[in-house]
Nanobody, 116 residues
C-alpha cells in the first residue's frame, strides 16, 4: 500500500506561483511513476505532469514551460512548481503514484484557485 498526502494549494492571483508537495509513505520502493492531475469544475480529470523513478518528466501542453515537476528522494516527496498561473489552472490537484504491479494510488487532493 502507498499513501500520498498533498499540500501547498491555495488562492493566488493570476501571474502568481504556487508549489505543491506530494509526500509518499508505505511501499515507496514499488513506485515507478508519480503524476499530478487536476480536475476543474465540470471537467474531466487530466494529467498535468509526471515523473518516473528514473527522473523522466512529461507535461501537458497547457502547462509546458510554466510548471516543473521534481522529486526529492530523501524526503519521499514529489513537487509541482507552478508559475505564471492563470484562472484556467483552477481546480483540485491530485497526486497519483503507479506501482510496479500496475496499481494506482491517489491522494486526497488540494484546491488551487487562481483569481483574475
Amino acid at each position: 500500500q502507498v499513501m500520498l498526502v498533498e499540500s501547498g494549494g491555495g488562492l493566488v492571483q493570476a501571474g502568481g506561483s504556487l508549489r505543491l508537495s506530494c509526500e509518499a509513505s508505505g511501499l515507496i520502493f514499488k513506485i515507478k511513476a508519480t503524476g499530478w492531475y487536476r480536475q476543474a469544475p465540470g471537467k474531466q480529470r487530466e494529467l498535468v505532469a509526471s515523473i518516473t523513478s528514473r527522473g523522466t518528466t512529461n507535461y501537458a501542453d497547457s502547462v509546458n514551460g510554466r510548471f516543473t515537476i521534481s522529486r526529492d528522494n530523501a524526503k519521499d516527496t514529489v513537487y509541482l512548481q507552478m508559475n505564471s498561473l492563470n484562472p484556467e489552472d483552477t481546480g483540485v490537484y491530485y497526486c497519483a503514484a503507479e506501482t510496479g504491479d500496475n496499481q494506482d494510488w491517489w491522494g486526497q487532493g488540494t484546491q488551487v484557485t487562481v483569481s483574475s
